[in-house]
């Protein structure tokens, strides 16, 4: 079950530069998506959404862009932080379903160095 | 900021055995999820809940599974005999309504099976 896909699992970039994160997906009935941050030892924390009506969405300094024609979302955090050192989680859910179930993908460690 | 909490952060059982994952969702939340993460993999779904039933269960979430809300604060996931391929993080979320609505995840149980 692939269904979403995060196929770099790292990435390091330096303090003030932008981190850029990459998720893709195969059902094309996916229609909400979210990205998760994960500390080690911690539960997911929310980040930020996007509803497949629109191609991007922004909240501080962490921007989500939604390709649904290549059925591609990216996360961007600009500037990195070393705070945002962590394991990032896109995950999607089904157009019109009410039962909120979500699809992960596997991860991307980012390391965010000084 | 109102937040899921799980209990215990750790339980460690013997095969066969029975265990309880308790959790406690964010309190105007309707919609109550698990899933779970086995070491070096994906979160993946186990089951969500709404309205003291089942709405969805994956494959994984066979009859030694079973969930219950016994009071208006918990939510717990049983394990009636336990398999070693159980051991992984355990995480509680809930989301206020199902579509298109974001999952606010607890901090896990990790559950590791002897």
């Known amino acids: 079950d692939q269904q979403v896909k995060q196929n770099s699992p790292s990435l390091s970039v330096q303090e003030g530069r932008i981190s850029i994160l990459n998720c893709d997906y195969t059902n094309s009935m996916f229609d909400y998506f979210l990205w998760y941050k994960k500390y080690p030892a911690e539960g997911p924390t929310f980040l930020i959404s996007?509803?497949?009506?629109?191609d991007k969405n922004e909240d501080g300094r962490f921007t989500v862009f939604l390709n649904k024609s290549a059925k591609h979302l990216s996360l961007h955090i600009v500037p990195s932080q070393p705070g945002d050192s962590a394991v990032y989680f896109c995950a999607a859910s089904v157009r019109g379903s009410t039962l909120g179930r979500l699809y992960f993908g596997r991860g991307t460690q980012l390391t965010v160095w000084p | 900021e109102p937040e899921v909490t799980q209990t215990p952060s750790h339980q460690v059982t013997q095969m066969g055995q029975e265990v309880i994952l308790r959790c406690v969702p964010i309190s105007n939340h309707l919609y109550f999820y698990w899933y779970r993460q086995i070491l070096g993999q994906k979160v993946e779904f186990l089951v969500s809940?709404?309205?003291?039933?089942?709405?969805?269960k994956s494959e994984i979430f066979d009859d030694q599974f079973s969930v219950e809300r016994p009071d208006g604060s918990n939510f717990t996931l049983k394990i009636r005999s336990t398999k070693l391929e159980d051991s992984a993080m355990y995480f509680c979320a809930s989301s206020v309504g199902s579509y298109q609505e974001t999952q606010y995840f607890g901090p896990g149980t990790r559950l590791l099976v002897l």
């Open positions: 809940f709404y309205n003291n039933e089942i709405s969805e």
């Open positions: 996007i509803s497949s009506i629109k």
